[in-house]
């Protein structure tokens, strides 16, 4: 498969403000999601090594994102990060929103507006000890808003890791060199 080729900067600049996520031309890709999904095995504590452009992530350094099994099938999601110096916690809580099985979730965030019923949350690789991919795509009939996301167990990951789940982001049709380093330095012990 081919990376989606983005979208010419004039279309960029009408649409990014209304999604303010990373724009492609065309609808959006269809890479597969993760099948007999695990839950309890991607539960606990991932950091956020690398995403696309999303403007709720604005100066944000030291993301993590901690999963919990919140029962019913439902999973508790804790997003916290640092802001100006300052510690960034959004509760929230994720739902199955595909086929049985599939790694197709809808996060929803307390406090925050909820747009759509699909997935928004869909893990298309993991090793479940090492690192995920994660993304979400919206399609606006001439081009689409996508969010990816590269999540490590290690706040500091192998370089390999990181070569080879680039690699697959790339065989799965998507583009890794939009993707922007979260900055992992200097963050408070335990977080």
């Known amino acids: 498969m081919t990376a989606t080729r983005a979208v010419p900067p004039l279309l960029l600049l009408l649409a990014a403000s209304a999604a303010g996520q990373v724009m492609f031309a065309g609808s959006c890709p269809r890479p597969p999601v993760v099948r007999h999904f695990q839950a309890e095995r991607y539960l606990g504590k991932w950091y956020e090594y690398s995403n696309y452009f999303a403007i709720f992530q604005v100066g944000g ?6 999963y919990s099994d919140a029962g019913y099938g439902r999973i508790g999601v804790l ?11 959004i509760r929230g809580q994720a739902v199955p929103a595909g086929r049985q099985g599939e790694a197709k979730l809808r996060v929803s965030f307390q406090g925050t507006p909820s ?4 997935p928004n949350y869909n893990v298309i690789d993991t090793d479940y000890h090492n690192y ?3 993304w979400s795509c919206t399609d606006m009939k001439l081009f689409n808003a996508q ?3 590269i999540l490590t167990r290690e706040r500091f990951p192998d370089p390999y890791l990181i070569k080879d789940v680039r690699r697959k982001i790339r065989r799965y049709g998507l583009d890794p060199s939009k993707l922007q380093r979260t900055d992992q330095k200097n963050c408070p012990y335990g977080h």
Do not use: E, H, M, P
């Not at 350094?61 to 901690?66: E, F």
């Not at 997003?79 to 916690?89: P, V």
């Open 115 to 118: 747009f759509g019923s699909g």
């Open 79 to 89: 997003n916290q990060s640092r802001k100006n110096g300052r510690k960034n916690d």
């Open 147 to 149: 969010i990816l996301w």
């Open 61 to 66: 350094t030291c993301v993590t994102a901690t």
């Open 132 to 134: 995920a991919i994660v």
